[in-house]
Protein backbone atom coordinates (compact mmCIF):
# COMPACT_ATOMS: atom_id res chain seq x y z
CA UNK A 1 0.00 0.00 0.00
CA UNK A 2 1.26 3.41 -1.10
CA UNK A 3 -0.17 4.72 1.87
CA UNK A 4 1.90 2.40 4.39
CA UNK A 5 5.27 3.31 1.70
CA UNK A 6 4.60 6.38 3.17
CA UNK A 7 4.69 5.69 6.62
CA UNK A 8 1.57 7.39 6.93
CA UNK A 9 -0.73 5.98 10.37
CA UNK A 10 -2.66 2.40 8.80
CA UNK A 11 -3.02 1.46 12.16
CA UNK A 12 -6.55 1.66 12.36
CA UNK A 13 -7.37 0.81 8.35
CA UNK A 14 -10.07 -1.23 8.11
CA UNK A 15 -8.74 -2.51 5.02
CA UNK A 16 -5.08 -4.08 6.68
CA UNK A 17 -7.86 -5.43 9.57
CA UNK A 18 -10.02 -7.31 7.13
CA UNK A 19 -7.22 -8.81 5.35
CA UNK A 20 -5.86 -10.30 8.69
CA UNK A 21 -9.43 -11.32 9.50
CA UNK A 22 -9.48 -13.25 6.23
CA UNK A 23 -5.94 -14.77 6.81
CA UNK A 24 -7.12 -16.08 10.50
CA UNK A 25 -10.29 -17.91 8.89
CA UNK A 26 -8.48 -21.30 8.16
CA UNK A 27 -7.46 -21.85 11.70
CA UNK A 28 -10.66 -20.86 12.62
CA UNK A 29 -12.94 -23.09 10.06
CA UNK A 30 -10.43 -26.05 11.63
CA UNK A 31 -11.47 -25.14 15.14
CA UNK A 32 -15.12 -24.62 14.09
CA UNK A 33 -15.26 -28.06 12.99
CA UNK A 34 -12.92 -29.70 15.63
CA UNK A 35 -16.06 -28.28 17.93
CA UNK A 36 -18.76 -30.24 16.76
CA UNK A 37 -16.99 -33.36 15.17
CA UNK A 38 -13.87 -33.92 17.00
CA UNK A 39 -10.34 -33.82 15.83
CA UNK A 40 -10.14 -34.50 11.98
CA UNK A 41 -6.30 -35.89 12.36
CA UNK A 42 -6.42 -38.62 9.73
CA UNK A 43 -9.69 -37.82 8.26
CA UNK A 44 -10.86 -37.39 4.41
CA UNK A 45 -11.95 -34.00 4.02
CA UNK A 46 -13.34 -32.35 0.40
CA UNK A 47 -12.53 -28.39 0.43
CA UNK A 48 -15.58 -27.37 -2.15
CA UNK A 49 -14.76 -24.22 -3.32
CA UNK A 50 -10.70 -22.95 -4.09
CA UNK A 51 -11.39 -19.20 -5.56
CA UNK A 52 -11.88 -16.57 -2.85
CA UNK A 53 -15.23 -15.09 -4.34
CA UNK A 54 -18.32 -16.93 -5.53
CA UNK A 55 -18.71 -17.80 -9.32
CA UNK A 56 -15.51 -16.72 -10.07
CA UNK A 57 -12.03 -18.55 -10.93
CA UNK A 58 -9.84 -15.80 -9.05
CA UNK A 59 -8.05 -17.86 -6.47
CA UNK A 60 -5.93 -14.94 -4.73
CA UNK A 61 -6.15 -14.61 -1.37
CA UNK A 62 -8.30 -17.63 -0.56
CA UNK A 63 -8.59 -18.77 2.37
CA UNK A 64 -9.29 -22.84 0.91
CA UNK A 65 -5.25 -22.52 0.29
CA UNK A 66 -3.90 -22.46 3.66
CA UNK A 67 -6.69 -24.11 5.49
CA UNK A 68 -5.92 -27.14 2.99
CA UNK A 69 -2.23 -26.79 3.87
CA UNK A 70 -3.76 -26.92 7.62
CA UNK A 71 -5.69 -30.26 7.00
CA UNK A 72 -2.86 -31.96 5.37
CA UNK A 73 -0.50 -30.97 8.74
CA UNK A 74 -2.89 -33.08 10.20
CA UNK A 75 -2.84 -36.15 7.88
CA UNK A 76 -5.55 -35.35 6.69
CA UNK A 77 -6.64 -36.93 3.32
CA UNK A 78 -7.76 -33.61 1.16
CA UNK A 79 -9.38 -33.26 -1.93
CA UNK A 80 -10.29 -29.59 -3.45
CA UNK A 81 -12.94 -29.09 -5.66
CA UNK A 82 -14.33 -25.97 -8.24
CA UNK A 83 -15.92 -25.42 -11.03
CA UNK A 84 -13.98 -22.65 -12.43
CA UNK A 85 -10.52 -22.90 -11.23
CA UNK A 86 -8.26 -24.51 -13.94
CA UNK A 87 -6.04 -27.46 -12.83
CA UNK A 88 -2.91 -25.71 -13.94
CA UNK A 89 -3.62 -22.33 -11.51
CA UNK A 90 -0.93 -20.59 -10.52
CA UNK A 91 -1.75 -20.10 -6.82
CA UNK A 92 -2.73 -24.07 -6.60
CA UNK A 93 0.82 -24.64 -7.42
CA UNK A 94 2.11 -21.58 -5.31
CA UNK A 95 0.39 -23.67 -2.15
CA UNK A 96 1.40 -27.01 -3.91
CA UNK A 97 -2.09 -28.21 -4.15
CA UNK A 98 -2.17 -29.02 -8.17
CA UNK A 99 -2.02 -32.82 -7.26
CA UNK A 100 -4.93 -32.16 -4.93
CA UNK A 101 -7.27 -30.45 -6.94
CA UNK A 102 -10.00 -31.47 -9.86
CA UNK A 103 -12.85 -30.53 -11.30
CA UNK A 104 -14.85 -33.39 -11.44
CA UNK A 105 -17.68 -32.96 -8.45
CA UNK A 106 -18.29 -36.86 -7.39
CA UNK A 107 -14.96 -37.92 -7.63
CA UNK A 108 -13.62 -35.00 -5.12
CA UNK A 109 -16.46 -35.75 -2.68
CA UNK A 110 -17.15 -39.79 -3.16
CA UNK A 111 -15.00 -40.78 -0.31
CA UNK A 112 -15.06 -37.59 2.18
CA UNK A 113 -15.64 -38.11 5.46
CA UNK A 114 -16.11 -34.14 6.23
CA UNK A 115 -17.15 -31.64 3.59
CA UNK A 116 -16.36 -28.26 4.34
CA UNK A 117 -18.05 -25.22 1.56
CA UNK A 118 -15.22 -23.05 1.21
CA UNK A 119 -17.12 -20.46 -1.84
CA UNK A 120 -20.65 -19.70 -2.58
CA UNK A 121 -20.59 -20.82 -5.81
CA UNK A 122 -24.22 -21.02 -7.48
CA UNK A 123 -23.37 -24.57 -8.79
CA UNK A 124 -23.15 -26.39 -5.01
CA UNK A 125 -26.45 -24.94 -3.91
CA UNK A 126 -28.16 -25.79 -6.86
CA UNK A 127 -26.05 -29.71 -6.63
CA UNK A 128 -26.98 -30.28 -3.26
CA UNK A 129 -28.32 -33.03 -3.34
CA UNK A 130 -26.08 -34.56 -5.68
CA UNK A 131 -23.26 -33.71 -3.62
CA UNK A 132 -24.49 -34.96 -0.12
CA UNK A 133 -25.57 -38.54 -2.25
CA UNK A 134 -21.87 -38.81 -3.82
CA UNK A 135 -20.13 -39.68 -0.31
CA UNK A 136 -20.54 -42.78 0.81
CA UNK A 137 -19.66 -42.41 4.24
CA UNK A 138 -20.16 -38.47 5.20
CA UNK A 139 -20.49 -38.04 9.00
CA UNK A 140 -20.02 -33.54 9.08
CA UNK A 141 -20.22 -30.73 6.92
CA UNK A 142 -18.99 -27.05 7.08
CA UNK A 143 -20.81 -24.16 5.82
CA UNK A 144 -18.08 -21.61 5.71
CA UNK A 145 -19.79 -19.33 3.42
CA UNK A 146 -22.80 -19.07 4.17
CA UNK A 147 -24.31 -21.30 1.13
CA UNK A 148 -27.50 -22.95 2.91
CA UNK A 149 -30.04 -20.24 4.74
CA UNK A 150 -31.19 -23.85 6.18
CA UNK A 151 -29.88 -27.14 6.47
CA UNK A 152 -31.16 -29.27 3.28
CA UNK A 153 -33.41 -31.72 3.79
CA UNK A 154 -32.60 -34.94 3.81
CA UNK A 155 -29.24 -34.36 5.42
CA UNK A 156 -30.47 -34.89 9.33
CA UNK A 157 -28.35 -37.74 9.76
CA UNK A 158 -25.14 -35.32 8.57
CA UNK A 159 -23.65 -33.18 11.93
CA UNK A 160 -23.47 -29.06 10.52
CA UNK A 161 -21.73 -26.89 11.78
CA UNK A 162 -20.86 -23.09 9.69
CA UNK A 163 -20.68 -19.65 9.72
CA UNK A 164 -23.72 -17.90 11.57
CA UNK A 165 -25.13 -21.09 11.98
CA UNK A 166 -26.90 -20.49 15.56
CA UNK A 167 -29.34 -23.19 17.06
CA UNK A 168 -32.21 -20.52 17.74
CA UNK A 169 -33.86 -17.66 16.36
CA UNK A 170 -31.51 -14.16 16.93
CA UNK A 171 -33.29 -11.63 19.35
CA UNK A 172 -34.17 -8.08 18.18
CA UNK A 173 -31.02 -6.46 20.05
CA UNK A 174 -28.75 -8.86 18.07
CA UNK A 175 -29.98 -8.20 14.92
CA UNK A 176 -30.02 -4.07 15.51
CA UNK A 177 -26.03 -4.82 16.58
CA UNK A 178 -25.43 -7.11 13.49
CA UNK A 179 -27.03 -4.12 11.11
CA UNK A 180 -25.30 -0.96 13.26
CA UNK A 181 -21.65 -2.71 13.09
CA UNK A 182 -22.47 -3.05 9.37
CA UNK A 183 -23.21 0.45 8.85
CA UNK A 184 -20.33 1.70 11.00
CA UNK A 185 -17.74 -0.59 8.70
CA UNK A 186 -19.30 0.69 5.47
CA UNK A 187 -18.97 4.17 6.49
CA UNK A 188 -15.91 3.45 8.03
CA UNK A 189 -14.59 1.92 4.10
CA UNK A 190 -15.73 4.70 2.57
CA UNK A 191 -13.86 7.38 5.01
CA UNK A 192 -10.84 5.24 4.75
CA UNK A 193 -11.13 5.50 0.80
CA UNK A 194 -12.06 9.27 1.00
CA UNK A 195 -8.86 9.39 3.22
CA UNK A 196 -6.50 7.47 0.82
CA UNK A 197 -8.15 9.23 -2.32
CA UNK A 198 -6.92 12.56 -0.74
CA UNK A 199 -3.56 11.37 0.43
CA UNK A 200 -2.96 10.16 -3.22
CA UNK A 201 -4.02 13.24 -5.14
CA UNK A 202 -1.58 15.39 -2.32
CA UNK A 203 1.26 12.96 -2.93
CA UNK A 204 1.20 12.41 -6.51
CA UNK A 205 -1.35 14.38 -8.24
CA UNK A 206 0.78 17.01 -10.23
CA UNK A 207 -2.42 19.02 -10.84
CA UNK A 208 -6.54 19.15 -10.62
CA UNK A 209 -6.53 16.89 -14.14
CA UNK A 210 -4.63 14.33 -12.29
CA UNK A 211 -6.87 14.64 -9.05
CA UNK A 212 -8.95 11.59 -8.01
CA UNK A 213 -12.56 12.24 -6.78
CA UNK A 214 -14.60 10.45 -4.25
CA UNK A 215 -17.72 10.27 -6.10
CA UNK A 216 -16.16 9.18 -9.45
CA UNK A 217 -14.40 6.41 -7.32
CA UNK A 218 -17.75 5.42 -6.18
CA UNK A 219 -19.84 5.71 -9.35
CA UNK A 220 -17.49 3.27 -11.15
CA UNK A 221 -17.72 1.00 -8.13
CA UNK A 222 -21.08 1.17 -8.40
CA UNK A 223 -21.09 -0.60 -11.58
CA UNK A 224 -19.48 -3.52 -10.46
CA UNK A 225 -21.87 -6.58 -10.88
CA UNK A 226 -20.34 -8.14 -7.49
CA UNK A 227 -21.70 -5.37 -5.66
CA UNK A 228 -18.80 -3.09 -4.89
CA UNK A 229 -20.89 0.05 -3.94
CA UNK A 230 -19.57 2.43 -1.71
CA UNK A 231 -21.30 4.23 0.90
CA UNK A 232 -21.15 7.83 1.85
CA UNK A 233 -18.19 8.95 3.99
CA UNK A 234 -18.62 10.36 7.50
CA UNK A 235 -18.49 9.99 11.03
CA UNK A 236 -19.17 6.66 12.57
CA UNK A 237 -19.12 7.04 16.37
CA UNK A 238 -19.15 4.56 18.92
CA UNK A 239 -18.86 0.75 18.03
CA UNK A 240 -22.21 -1.21 18.58
CA UNK A 241 -22.05 -4.17 21.51
CA UNK A 242 -23.75 -6.53 22.28
CA UNK A 243 -23.87 -8.23 25.65
CA UNK A 244 -19.82 -6.71 25.48
CA UNK A 245 -19.27 -8.05 22.15
CA UNK A 246 -17.70 -5.44 19.60
CA UNK A 247 -16.65 -6.18 16.33
CA UNK A 248 -13.18 -5.35 15.26
CA UNK A 249 -14.06 -3.66 12.13
CA UNK A 250 -16.63 -1.47 13.60
CA UNK A 251 -14.08 -0.48 16.30
CA UNK A 252 -11.62 0.47 13.51
CA UNK A 253 -13.93 2.04 12.20
CA UNK A 254 -14.75 4.16 15.30
CA UNK A 255 -11.29 4.67 16.12
CA UNK A 256 -10.37 6.34 12.74
CA UNK A 257 -13.76 8.06 12.18
CA UNK A 258 -13.05 11.45 11.68
CA UNK A 259 -8.69 11.03 11.11
Known sequence: MAAN???????????????????????????????????????TV????????????????????PLA??????????????????????????????????????KSVASADYIIFCTAH???????????????????????CNLFPVVPPGTGNI??????KGK?????????????????????????VKRYIDFANKAYALDEFNAVSFQTVKRIAGTCVTGCAIADYGPVGNAPSYNGFVSRLATCAEKASGK
Open 5 to 43: RKQADVSNSLILQSRKINDESPAQTVRLAERRFGALDNA
Open 46 to 65: ALLGAAYRFNSEDTRNSPTL
Open 69 to 106: RLLLDKHCVVSIHDPFVKPGDQNLAKFGLRDYFSNDLD
Open 122 to 144: RAYAEQANRIFAASNRLKGVVDG
Open 159 to 164: AWTGIG
Open 168 to 192: GKPTAGFVDFVFNSFRAVERGVASE
